[in-house]
């Protein structure tokens, strides 16, 4: 009997392991810290939006971390570090747009070491887009919550809205900063199609999906969408 | 009649009749053995395993017990083992935030190669959004000029770009496809899944 006491004991200790490793992982009191270590004067309000993502499940305290101290890390003014963050957080908070497109883009900027400005130019243009594709789908009765039961209405669970709204945002963007005119909304509308096409044949999104975008959302649309963006960013 | 015509009329109508009934033979120790095990007293795997165990000896069923104790055992281990290597992260965890329903990844488990050919450089990178865009390095172990890692990645669409030397390569040869960011070029690969219940 020893034998088996010795064994359970074994079994016992490998079950705890694991939760103590997952205590050591990030919290929103390291996000907090990281936060704290930027000194921006509005550092409650980025907080609170990031806390409102942490519980959405739109963002997790690795990659805000991650961000945090990237940005803690670079060159440049303070008061870009905070416009950008506070777009982000505005984003999420107040607008409740999903934000990982932006944080990926931020990553991705300090990674090429453009300047902060650049950066919040082009988080700027990818926000507002995300609010208008958001704005798109609501018209096309696409919608991420019950309270908007209407008829012919369909509600998608919140993972599943928010990946559809970052795949054309990011498609239109990317189609933007290639150069080429808003105005051809049919070329816009086959890049869009591409990309859905794509994460379809990969099982990435679910065929349901893609063909409702394809058959709801009209080429002119998305050129009405580009050009809101641009006389958004002029004025 | 004669008596050796009359020995073969019986031997052959005997024949006869022995050839017309055979097929009754056929397959009759199948049915009798079939028969038999219907009427025995049929036994669940649970049955049958208590049964067993209580036939056997105290020391023997010590035995089993150990086995069965290091059987759970390392199966714990494995478990464990497979979460925190990146080698087998994601066999037990193929569940993307992004979707609602659990689904499988690739049976490569979503290992991706990168390829980059840069004979003389000092270091190549991969920076990408699998990565938050912080460089994971190739390495040339046979020193022939190309450059490759293999990453294990979640299904996804992901972005990114080789470093030689400090500068950035965004179009490799090996990508989906190509797209402009920050006034250059991204690549693009997409990690897929196996199976259609998304």
Known sequence: ?235 | MHKDDLEKLLRDTLQQEVSEERHYLDGLEKKIVAELTGRLPRRGWLQTLTRLFAQMQRSHRRQLAVIGITAVIFLFLGIFVSERLPLFRGLFSAYDKQHTTTITANSDGGQLLFVMPAPGAQTVAVVGSFNDWKPTLLTDEDEDGIWLTNLSLTPGRYEYAFVVDGRWWGQDPLADEYVRSFGGYNSVRYVGYTGDNI
């Open chain 1, 1 to 235: 009997m020893k034998e088996l006491a010795f064994l359970a004991l074994v079994v016992c200790l490998l079950m705890v392991v694991p939760t103590q490793n997952t205590r050591a992982e990030t919290t929103s009191i390291d996000v907090e810290q990281e936060l704290q270590s930027l000194g921006l004067q509005s550092a409650a309000e980025i907080m609170s939006a990031i806390e409102t993502g942490f519980l959405q499940g739109r963002l997790t305290p690795d990659e805000m971390v991650s961000l945090l101290s990237n940005l803690a890390a670079y060159s440049g003014e303070k008061e870009d570090k905070e416009i950008l963050l506070l777009t982000i957080a505005r984003a999420l908070k107040d607008d409740s747009l999903p934000v990982t497109m932006l944080i990926d883009k931020v990553e991705e900027g300090l990674a090429r070491k453009v300047p902060l400005q650049t950066i919040r130019q082009m988080i700027s243009e990818r926000a507002s887009l995300l609010a208008e594709v958001r704005d798109l789908l609501y018209m096309n009765l696409i919608f991420t919550s019950s309270e908007y039961g209407q008829e012919n209405c369909l509600v998608l669970p919140l993972p599943r809205f928010d990946f559809l709204v970052t795949q054309i945002a990011d498609t239109l963007a990317d189609y933007q900063e290639s150069g080429r005119s808003p105005l051809e909304g049919y070329l816009i509308y086959q890049e869009m199609r591409t990309r859905l096409s794509m994460l379809q044949q990969n099982a990435i999104i679910p065929a349901e999906d893609v063909e409702l975008i394809l058959e709801r959302i009209k080429p002119e649309s998305l050129t009405h969408v580009l050009s809101n963006v641009l006389s958004q960013q002029q004025q």
